[in-house]
């Protein structure tokens, strides 16, 4: 006589209905896993579509786009500059201001950022430390990726101190900074102005070269960088360049800011 769980009742033959076999949970959870992997097989191929989806290609797609666009506001920066140019060669051919009206438009479009500047000058250039940096003086913990780049308030320091060193125009990468510009990073690059830069970052400001470098070294940001600089390799070099010439702001004055869902 059999003890097995799936054998029908004990006593006299037929003094029972007979059950019928029970599934066991294990087989239950078999079935279950099987159908879950053919649903992930086949949700993967419907994305994949033929292609690796290992290979980040939206995140490729998104850099191509995000370079192409760079390059597209370069061309129309540069586009606008010629016109701008061109309507004020118009303007002063005009003969409808007197000498003392063009003499106060050219000191505010100097003071606004958008003529050409020439005056001595100091660059600073910032740069990520390398790869396989390791901390350079004992008692310093092991760099973080974070430790061994450059970051937004890296950027903004050194422009805030070079403005509070008496600069009267700074430069970043190709761009001159009006009062509207952001200097603002993505990751580990820049966008100013509709375009993308990566490092090394180089920041040129006009001004008297002894009191901008004071400036920069009076900076309490810039000390706690020089920090990064000297334990983990972080990229920092600071030059005076003579007599340079700026060039003006070559973008829309506009101001863009968001608006309210009606």
């Given at each position: 006589m059999?003890?097995?769980a799936?054998?029908?009742?004990?006593?006299a033959?037929?003094?029972?209905?007979?059950?019928?076999?029970?599934?066991?949970?294990?087989?239950?959870?078999?079935?279950?896993?099987?159908?879950?992997?053919?649903?992930?097989?086949?949700?993967?191929?419907?994305?994949?579509?033929?292609?690796?989806?290992?290979?980040?290609?939206?995140?490729?797609?998104?850099?191509?786009?995000?370079?192409?666009?760079?390059?597209?506001?370069?061309?129309?920066?540069?586009?606008?500059?010629?016109?701008?140019?061109?309507?004020?060669?118009?303007?002063?051919?005009?003969?409808?201001?007197?000498?003392?009206?063009?003499?106060?438009?050219?000191?505010?479009?100097?003071?606004?950022?958008?003529?050409?500047?020439?005056?001595?000058?100091?660059?600073?250039?910032?740069?990520?430390?390398?790869?396989?940096?390791?901390?350079?003086?004992p008692?310093?913990?092991?760099?973080?990726?974070?430790?061994l780049?450059?970051?937004?308030?890296?950027?903004?320091?050194?422009?805030?101190?070079?403005?509070?060193?008496?600069?009267?125009?700074?430069?970043?990468?190709?761009?001159?900074l009006?009062?509207?510009?952001?200097?603002?990073?993505?990751?580990?690059?820049?966008?100013?102005?509709?375009?993308?830069?990566?490092?090394?970052?180089?920041?040129?400001?006009?001004?008297?070269?002894?009191?901008?470098?004071?400036?920069l070294?009076?900076?309490?940001?810039?000390?706690?960088?020089?920090?990064?600089?000297?334990?983990?390799?972080?990229?920092?070099?600071?030059?005076?360049?003579?007599?340079?010439?700026?060039?003006?702001?070559?973008?829309?004055?506009?101001?863009?800011?968001?608006?309210?869902?009606?």
């Amino acid at each position: 006589m059999s003890n097995s769980a799936d054998s029908p009742g004990t006593g006299a033959m037929g003094s029972g209905p007979r059950r019928g076999p029970r599934v066991r949970p294990v087989r239950m959870l078999t079935a279950a896993v099987f159908a879950l992997a053919g649903l992930i097989f086949f949700t993967s191929f419907d994305t994949a579509k033929g292609t690796d989806i290992r290979q980040d290609g939206s995140l490729l797609k998104l850099s191509d786009l995000i370079q192409q666009r760079s390059r597209k506001n370069k061309d129309l920066d540069e586009s606008n500059a010629s016109l701008r140019g061109g309507v004020e060669s118009l303007a002063r051919s005009d003969g409808g201001s007197t000498e003392a009206q063009d003499r106060r438009l050219t000191g505010l479009e100097k003071t606004a950022g958008t003529r050409k500047l020439t005056g001595r000058a100091v660059t600073v250039t910032l740069n990520d430390a390398p790869p396989n940096a390791t901390a350079k003086l004992p008692g310093y913990p092991p760099p973080q990726p974070d430790y061994l780049v450059i970051h937004q308030q890296d950027l903004q320091a050194v422009v805030n101190a070079l403005w509070q060193g008496g600069a009267k125009g700074i430069k970043v990468m190709d761009q001159r900074l009006i009062s509207t510009s952001a200097v603002r990073c993505v990751g580990n690059t820049l966008i100013l102005q509709g375009r993308v830069y990566s490092p090394p970052y180089k920041i040129t400001a006009i001004g008297d070269p002894g009191r901008l470098q004071r400036a920069l070294a009076d900076s309490k940001a810039i000390q706690t960088y020089m920090v990064y600089v000297n334990v983990y390799g972080l990229g920092w070099k600071v030059t005076d360049d003579g007599t340079v010439t700026l060039p003006g702001y070559s973008g829309t004055v506009d101001l863009h800011y968001a608006k309210p869902v009606p």
